[in-house]
C-alpha cells in the first residue's frame, strides 16, 4: 500500500499533539513490510528527505512552524507552496493509493491529490478551531473573528475536512460528539485514539537530576509539571491563579510557549506578563522553561512529583499519556478526550480529577499528592493504563481504515464502469 500524507506541521519540529502524532503513526506504520509512506509537509529547505524508514518531502522554502501573520496572503502561500510540491511528485511519476490529510491546513491540497489519482481521501482533525473559539479567552475569540477572511477560509475548510474525506478519523468519542453538533453531519466516524511510545517514554529514559541542575530548579521542593501550549485552553490562568493564591510548597514548572506571531506578541499577552511578574516575585513557586520536547522533555517528567492538566479543552491530551508513561501522577481535569483518558470504561480512574477553571482544586489537589502512597497509587495506575494506548493498535486501525476506504473505491469504480458500459450498449442499439 503506497501511501501520501499531508501535514503542515514538521514532526521534527514538533509543535503539539498533531506533531507528535504524525511522527509516531507513521513510524511505527513503516515497520510494515508491505506499506511505503511520503509525507508532505512544511519544514526547512525543499525536497525528499529519509526520515524514520519513510519519506519526507518538504514544500519549497516554506518554513510554517515559525509564527506568521495570521492573514489569507500566508494561507495562499502554504496552500501554493504544497501544491507546487505536490504537482512536482506527480510530474516525477509518484503515485499513491490513499491520501490522508491531517486538519485543515492541508486539506485543499488533499483534495488535489485525490481528484488528481482518483483514490480515496483519508481526513483527521486534531484540533477544532471552532470549538476552540468558544473555550478560549473572549478577546483572543474576537480577534479570530476580526481576522476577515482567514477566518472565514479556515472554517469553510474545517468544514470541508469534517464532511467531505471518504473516511474521517476523531480521536476521542468526545470529539466525534463535538463534530456532529458544530458541522450539522450524521457521517460516520471512526474513532481510534493516540498512542505512546513506551520504549522512548517509560520511567527509566529520563535524567530528573540533570534537569534539575539545568533549569536550577528548587531542590527542596517537589515540582508540579505543566507541560503543553501556554493558552486559556490548557488552564493556564488557572494555574498563575492557584500559584498567586497560596504556597502550597510545591514549584510549579511551566514547559510549554505561547502561540504568537513575533516575540513581541508574545511578552504582550497578558498572560505572559502575568508569568513573568509570579516567576521574578515566587520563582520558588514558579519557573517557566519554554518549549521542550524529545530527551529535554523527559528529563523533566523525570524530575516531576505530579504532572498539571487543568484544561479547559482538550481533543484527546497526549501530555496525559506521556505522563503516566514515565511514571509521574496525574493531576487533572476531565473534559472532552482527556475523560477518555483519565477514567476507565469500568469506572477506574487513572488520575487525580479535579474540575476546569478551579485554581482552589488545584491547590487542594497538589495538597493531596504531597502523600507518598497517594502519588505511589496513581504512579501504578497510570502505569498500567497506558498498555490499553500502543501505537500498533493505532496502525492497526488506521490501516484497516485505509483498505475499507479503498476497497468502496474500488466496487464504485466498477459500478460507475458497469452503467458507462450499459449506457453505450443502449446507445448502440438505438443507433
Not at 509564527?67 to 507546487?84: H, N, S
Not at 479570530?144 to 477560509?153: A, I, L, M, R, S
Not at 496502525?395 to 466496487?411: G, N, S
Request: net charge negative; hydrophobic share 40%; proline share 4%.
Amino acid at each position: 500500500m503506497r501511501v501520501l500524507a499531508i501535514c503542515y506541521e514538521d514532526p521534527d519540529r514538533i509543535l503539539g499533539g498533531m506533531g507528535r502524532h504524525v511522527r509516531e503513526l507513521y513510524r511505527t506504520m513503516a515497520e510494515r513490510d508491505d506499506v511505503t509512506i511520503d509525507l508532505l509537509t512544511d519544514g526547512e529547505g525543499d525536497g525528499p528527505v529519509e526520515y524514520m524508514d519513510y519519506v519526507k518531502h518538504h514544500t519549497d522554502k516554506l518554513v510554517c512552524w515559525k509564527p506568521r501573520k495570521p492573514d489569507f496572503a500566508c494561507l495562499l502561500a502554504q496552500d501554493i507552496q504544497m501544491a507546487r510540491t505536490l504537482s512536482q511528485l506527480l510530474a516525477q511519476g509518484k503515485r499513491w493509493d490513499v491520501v490522508h490529510t491531517h486538519e485543515w491546513t492541508s486539506m485543499q491540497v488533499a483534495r488535489m491529490a485525490r481528484d488528481a489519482l482518483s483514490v480515496p481521501l483519508i481526513g483527521t482533525m486534531h484540533l477544532c478551531l471552532t470549538r476552540l473559539t468558544e473555550v478560549e479567552n473572549p478577546d483572543w475569540a474576537k480577534s479570530v473573528e476580526e481576522w476577515g477572511e482567514v477566518d472565514f477560509y479556515m472554517r469553510q475548510q474545517e468544514g470541508n475536512l469534517i464532511c467531505d474525506p471518504d473516511e474521517l478519523i476523531l480521536c476521542s468519542q468526545a470529539y466525534i460528539d463535538m463534530a456532529r453538533e458544530v458541522f450539522l453531519t450524521k457521517r460516520d466516524v471512526n474513532l481510534i485514539y493516540n498512542g505512546i511510545n513506551t520504549v522512548e517514554w517509560n520511567p527509566g529514559n529520563g535524567d530528573g537530576p540533570a534537569a534539575k541542575k539545568e533549569y536550577e530548579l528548587d531542590p527542596a521542593r517537589p515540582i508540579a509539571l505543566y507541560v503543553g501550549r501556554i493558552a486559556t485552553m490548557k488552564g493556564i490562568e488557572d494555574v498563575l491563579d492557584a500559584a498567586e493564591a497560596e504556597d502550597t510548597g510545591w514549584q510549579i514548572v511551566l514547559v510549554g510557549e505561547v502561540n504568537a506571531n513575533s516575540k513581541e506578541d508574545q511578552e504582550e499577552w497578558f498572560v505572559t506578563k502575568r508569568i513573568r511578574a509570579l516567576e521574578a516575585a515566587h520563582p520558588e513557586r514558579l519557573r517557566w522553561t519554554g518549549f521542550k520536547h524529545g530527551k529535554p522533555l523527559r528529563d523533566l517528567y523525570a524530575a516531576a512529583s505530579c504532572v498539571l492538566m487543568p484544561s479547559r479543552h482538550e481533543p484527546f491530551g497526549i501530555v496525559a499519556l506521556e505522563a503516566m508513561a514515565m511514571g509521574v501522577p496525574l493531576l487533572a481535569t476531565e473534559v472532552d478526550g482527556l475523560g477518555e483518558i483519565v477514567n476507565g470504561s469500568d469506572g477506574s480512574e487513572y488520575a487525580l480529577i479535579i474540575n476546569p477553571r478551579s485554581p482552589q482544586e488545584v491547590n487542594d489537589g497538589l495538597k493531596v499528592l504531597k502523600d507518598a502512597a497517594v502519588r505511589s497509587s496513581l504512579r501504578e495506575l497510570g502505569l498500567r493504563r497506558v498498555g490499553d494506548f500502543t501505537w500498533e493498535h493505532v496502525v492497526d486501525q488506521t490501516l484497516e481504515v485505509y483498505r475499507r476506504a479503498m476497497k468502496r473505491k474500488q466496487i464504485a469504480d466498477i459500478r460507475r464502469q458497469l452503467r458507462l458500459n450499459n449506457t453505450e450498449s443502449v446507445g448502440g442499439v438505438h443507433g
